[in-house]
């Protein structure tokens, strides 16, 4: 008896309710097993626009976006 042979001999034994718990552990086995592709930073997405921002350039747009916000705020 092979190795499918045999889970399914299992299976057919198995009640209902225990069945669908298998089914469901089989699927999250499938899924887990997928190989998925790793996520590309914000700068590994922007590479192939051609932007050159530097520290500076970030540093200004934060000054000129927050400069004027107001620090404390007072109740």
Do not use: Y
């Not at 225990?18 to 590309?40: G, H, V, W, Y």
């Not at 050159?52 to 404390?72: L, S, V």
Request: charged share 30%; glycine share 2%; hydrophobic share 40%.
């Amino acid at each position: 008896m092979n190795f499918e042979e045999l889970v399914l001999e299992r299976l057919r034994h198995l009640p209902v309710d225990k069945q669908q718990q298998l089914l469901d552990f089989a699927e999250f086995l499938s899924q887990k097993a997928t190989i998925k592709k790793p996520l590309r930073s914000i700068r590994g997405l922007c590479a192939d626009l051609k932007v050159d921002i530097t520290e500076e350039d970030i540093a200004q747009a934060r000054q000129e976006m927050w400069g004027n916000f107001p620090r404390d705020i007072v109740s």
